[in-house]
């Protein structure tokens, strides 16, 4: 080996044991890596066995080919994790053949040396693991090993945890965060920062409003908050239809207020609030009660309307009606008077994207904005609606705006900022991650006197109960199962602080006023479908209020591989990185053939003969002669008139899979629950 050898840049020197692992590097490359065993003589510590590492085992070499490599080298490198007598007996050595002056106590990876690597390393290029510190290839290693151990997780969570492992330099907290440790320096994924528009704000004595309105304003605010001032710049009280973009709790629900008010108490048309559950319609008919019951008539029309229309709560008359889509829609399909309408706000239009019930509201602006039309040509005092459409979350407003025939109003201000935490755990362990992180903030503070509060969202009303049961602190399940009074309570209490957490479903992700500073999601899905961006950018911006919190927490637990239902394409670990990195969708109405038969009845029943120009007018593509052909098939339509049949299913909201089964259901006498139950069941088993 000697006469091979030439010329060796680095002899390194680790102590293993009672021997020294030795590796000999030329280039950058190493020549070979071998085991020393000193003994001890009466001249002081000379080799003693040199066995050389080869693929089958070890090559015993003369003692003296040590010396003769040492000689070699141009440096001696001497591990600094050698104990102080290892140090001693080579620094002996190697004076005894004059090679002294060539060795060096360096700082090295202990892990490199055992597999015969020489890696030098600095407080900078190293990882602490165990107590010392290691290379940050070997760190990266001890991971992925710790990782295999603990589960599969996906590339983008190993690479996070890498990127984390690197910038923190502590092998042993990052392993914890697999544990379920929240050490938030480690969990915070980033930071969405706060940000200010430069928006002059308009003040409110300039506003030339109906003056019960004008005083109102008057009485709350000296300027309007910055969307708002937006909105008037751009023709809100001049009539003009909007479309307002802007984050929760920068008072875009004030923009609908001020307009319906003022053109309602000008004799203009009532207004219409809409929005998509009926959770959202019962409070806000609650706040229109009592800030504006003085002024107006506030009635509400929910989606339940449509089975029990007994007329008990729903005046149409009233001043503001305060309605769920489909409760209004209802009302068109079945040919109620809604009198003269002034202004429709459509609160979360957003929804125009999701399965299911995109389509419906839809549908429903198209046949409100022909019954608008209708009426105003028949009555010359009537002038038509002024419509504001509402959202905190669009991915393409530009062109949303533009197919609702509507100016864009897009403010992006953030009021507070908001930090992204991510964490690792199993089923089993998120409630307990989740009791430590409700505990943790409502034992704070913030800035303006108000506690720390909690919304978990999860994925099914089940796991709300369950979840809310295992907290310490004061908390409660909410959901669409609860009745209402049931409901209030628990949004009483919350907002006197006696709550430190609600556990909900997607019912809260729509904007039901809970001030909470934080968000925790126990699952990445609502029911057995992923989040979309829109949807989870949608419940995170809950998480934070101006008026009383400093900055906003979101937390997302996610366990490593798993899945809520065998029809799901990823695991919730790559989900979770999606939704952190990814674009927000753009909102876009997508039509089956089910969801276009439906709509194009609907619009046969409201609209006649003008059901095609309605179909045309759609923020969707509507495949309108496909359906109309499909309606004449199954008998819903006899020319552009429907049936008795056809007017039965759109007045109940039936699809045609449902009205079939339902119609043979009857034909051969089941039980009527039967019949509910089979056609709850029809999703089930597509």
């Known amino acids: 080996m000697s006469k091979q050898v030439q010329r060796v840049d680095t002899l390194f020197l680790h102590e293993v044991g009672d021997d020294y692992a030795v590796v000999a590097r030329r280039d950058g490359e190493r020549l070979f890596?071998?085991?020393?065993?000193?003994?001890?003589?009466?001249?002081?510590?000379?080799?003693?066995?040199?066995?050389?590492?080869?693929?089958?085992?070890?090559?015993?070499?003369?003692?003296?080919?040590?010396?003769?490599?040492?000689?070699?080298?141009?440096?001696?490198?001497?591990?600094?994790?050698?104990?102080?007598?290892?140090?001693?007996?080579?620094?002996?050595?190697?004076?005894?053949?004059?090679?002294?002056?060539?060795?060096?106590?360096?700082?090295?990876?202990?892990?490199?040396?055992?597999?015969?690597?020489?890696?030098?390393?600095?407080?900078?290029?190293?990882?602490?693991?165990?107590?010392?510190?290691?290379?940050?290839?070997?760190?990266?290693?001890?991971?992925?090993?710790?990782?295999?151990?603990?589960?599969?997780?996906?590339?983008?969570?190993?690479?996070?945890?890498?990127?984390?492992?690197?910038?923190?330099?502590?092998?042993?907290?990052?392993?914890?965060?697999?544990?379920?440790?929240?050490?938030?320096?480690?969990?915070?994924?980033?930071?969405?920062?706060?940000?200010?528009?430069?928006?002059?704000?308009?003040?409110?004595?300039?506003?030339?409003?109906?003056?019960?309105?004008?005083?109102?304003?008057?009485?709350?605010?000296?300027?309007?908050?910055?969307?708002?001032?937006?909105?008037?710049?751009?023709?809100?009280?001049?009539?003009?239809?909007?479309?307002?973009?802007?984050?929760?709790?920068?008072?875009?629900?004030?923009?609908?207020?001020?307009?319906?008010?003022?053109?309602?108490?000008?004799?203009?048309?009532?207004?219409?609030?809409?929005?998509?559950?009926?959770?959202?319609?019962?409070?806000?008919?609650?706040?229109?009660?009592?800030?504006?019951?003085?002024?107006?008539?506030?009635?509400?029309?929910?989606?339940?309307?449509?089975?029990?229309?007994?007329?008990?709560?729903?005046?149409?008359?009233?001043?503001?009606?305060?309605?769920?889509?489909?409760?209004?829609?209802?009302?068109?399909?079945?040919?109620?008077?809604?009198?003269?309408?002034?202004?429709?706000?459509?609160?979360?239009?957003?929804?125009?994207?999701?399965?299911?019930?995109?389509?419906?509201?839809?549908?429903?602006?198209?046949?409100?904005?022909?019954?608008?039309?209708?009426?105003?040509?028949?009555r010359e005092s009537y002038a038509g609606a002024q419509w504001i459409y509402l959202s905190a979350t669009v991915g393409n407003p530009g062109g949303l705006a533009k197919k609702l025939r509507a100016n864009l109003v897009e403010f992006e201000e953030r009021p507070v900022p908001i930090e992204r935490h991510v964490t690792f755990a199993d089923g089993q362990e998120k409630p307990r991650i989740t009791n430590k992180l409700v505990r943790r903030e409502y034992d704070k503070e913030s800035s303006k006197g108000y506690r720390g509060q909690t919304i978990v969202f999860t994925n099914s009303r089940r796991r709300c109960h369950e979840v809310a049961r295992k907290l310490d602190y004061p908390a409660a399940a909410y959901h669409a199962g609860l009745d209402y009074g049931k409901r209030k309570q628990v949004e009483r209490q919350f907002g006197d602080q006696d709550l430190a957490a609600v556990v909900t479903t997607a019912a809260l992700a729509a904007g039901v006023d809970f001030p909470a500073s934080q968000v925790v999601f126990d699952t990445l899905a609502m029911g057995i479908e992923w989040l979309t961006v829109q949807e989870f950018e949608q419940m995170l911006g809950r998480a934070g209020r101006p008026d009383y919190h400093d900055r906003g927490k979101v937390y997302m637990l996610v366990e490593p591989d798993a899945v809520y239902h065998n029809s799901m394409e990823m695991s919730e670990d790559e989900v979770a990185f999606k939704l952190l990195k990814g674009e927000m969708e753009d909102v876009v109405t997508a039509y089956d053939q089910n969801a276009a038969i439906e709509e194009v009845l609907a619009n046969i029943v409201v609209g006649g003969s003008a059901a095609k120009r309605l179909s045309e007018r759609m923020v969707g593509d509507v495949p309108t002669k496909h359906a109309v052909g499909k309606l004449l098939e199954y008998g819903f339509i006899d020319g552009l008139e429907p049936t008795d049949l056809g007017r039965t299913v759109t007045t109940h909201f039936l699809d045609p899979d449902e009205a079939f089964k339902m119609l043979d259901g009857v034909r051969k006498g089941l039980d009527p629950y039967r019949i509910a139950a089979e056609i709850e069941l029809l999703g089930e088993e597509d």
Do not use: M, W
Request: charged share 30%; net charge negative; hydrophobic share 35%.
């Open 33 to 378: 890596h071998a085991r020393l065993q000193t003994k001890e003589t009466d001249a002081g510590p000379r080799p003693g066995k040199f066995r050389v590492k080869t693929a089958n085992g070890e090559d015993p070499r003369s003692p003296d080919e040590f010396v003769e490599i040492a000689r070699l080298a141009d440096r001696i490198r001497v591990s600094e994790q050698t104990s102080r007598g290892g140090r001693r007996e080579v620094r002996d050595l190697l004076d005894g053949y004059q090679l002294a002056e060539k060795a060096k106590v360096v700082r090295t990876c202990r892990y490199c040396a055992g597999n015969g690597r020489y890696s030098p390393i600095t407080d900078e290029r190293s990882v602490e693991a165990d107590g010392e510190r290691i290379c940050q290839d070997c760190a990266i290693r001890e991971l992925e090993r710790e990782l295999a151990f603990k589960g599969d997780l996906t590339g983008a969570a190993e690479d996070r945890l890498e990127e984390l492992l690197l910038d923190v330099g502590d092998l042993d907290r990052i392993v914890g965060l697999l544990e379920g440790q929240l050490d938030p320096d480690l969990t915070k994924f980033d930071e969405v920062s706060a940000n200010t528009d430069d928006v002059d704000p308009y003040p409110v004595s300039d506003l030339d409003l109906h003056p019960g309105v004008q005083v109102l304003l008057e009485d709350r605010f000296e300027t309007l908050l910055p969307v708002q001032s937006l909105s008037v710049q751009n023709g809100l009280t001049d009539g003009e239809d909007q479309l307002v973009v802007s984050a929760t709790a920068t008072g875009k629900t004030l923009i609908g207020e001020i307009a319906g008010l003022h053109r309602a108490l000008s004799g203009n048309g009532k207004l219409l609030f809409l929005v998509p559950l009926v959770a959202l319609a019962n409070q806000k008919h609650e706040d229109f009660e009592d800030e504006y019951g003085d002024l107006v008539d506030v009635s509400i029309r929910v989606g339940s309307s449509r089975i029990r229309d007994d007329g008990q709560a729903f005046d149409p008359n009233a001043d503001v009606i305060v309605g769920t889509y489909e409760g209004i829609d209802h009302a068109l399909r079945t040919g109620r008077d809604l009198g003269d309408v002034g202004t429709v706000v459509i609160d979360e239009v957003h929804t125009l994207q999701e399965e299911g019930r995109g389509h419906r509201l839809d549908g429903l602006i198209t046949r409100l904005k022909h019954y608008c039309e209708q009426r105003a040509q028949a």
